[in-house]
């Protein structure tokens, strides 16, 4: 499986963004798919997650400026960014398969960089 992010760019604090990731190489319409983010100097962190039946969780920071969604077809993730601030800039990943650990995910995208001048 090789999933794909795009949609990254420079934004300025309170616009908006939308990324996506699509998936290629298998269905992946029954697992959990999820972003993450990682801002120089830190550890990736976790952003939002979308259950295989549609359930949602953000990370607190992000609640009510920050939506994920999923193309009916289930191998495509994207996240709408809102009122975006200086403290969002960072790589983001899309990630797949869920498993047993918090931030274990069988599948990640290489990244796109989000940067928001303030």
């Known amino acids: 499986v090789q999933l794909q992010a795009s949609g990254g760019g420079l934004v300025e604090a309170g616009g908006s963004l939308r990324l996506s990731c699509v998936a290629s190489?298998?269905?992946?319409?029954?697992?959990?798919m999820a972003w993450y983010r990682q801002s120089p100097g830190k550890e990736r962190e976790f952003v939002a997650w979308m259950t295989w039946n549609q359930g949602t969780f953000y990370k607190d920071s992000v609640k009510g400026r920050f939506t994920i969604s999923r193309h009916f077809s289930g191998n495509a993730v994207h996240l709408q960014m809102k009122s975006l601030k200086s403290e969002d800039t960072a790589v983001y990943y899309c990630?797949?398969?869920?498993?047993?650990?918090?931030?274990?995910?069988?599948?990640w995208g290489r990244g796109t960089l989000v940067t928001v001048s303030s």
């Open positions: 990630a797949a398969d869920r498993g047993p650990g918090r931030d274990d995910w069988r599948y």
């Open positions: 190489g298998r269905s992946l319409s029954s697992v959990d």
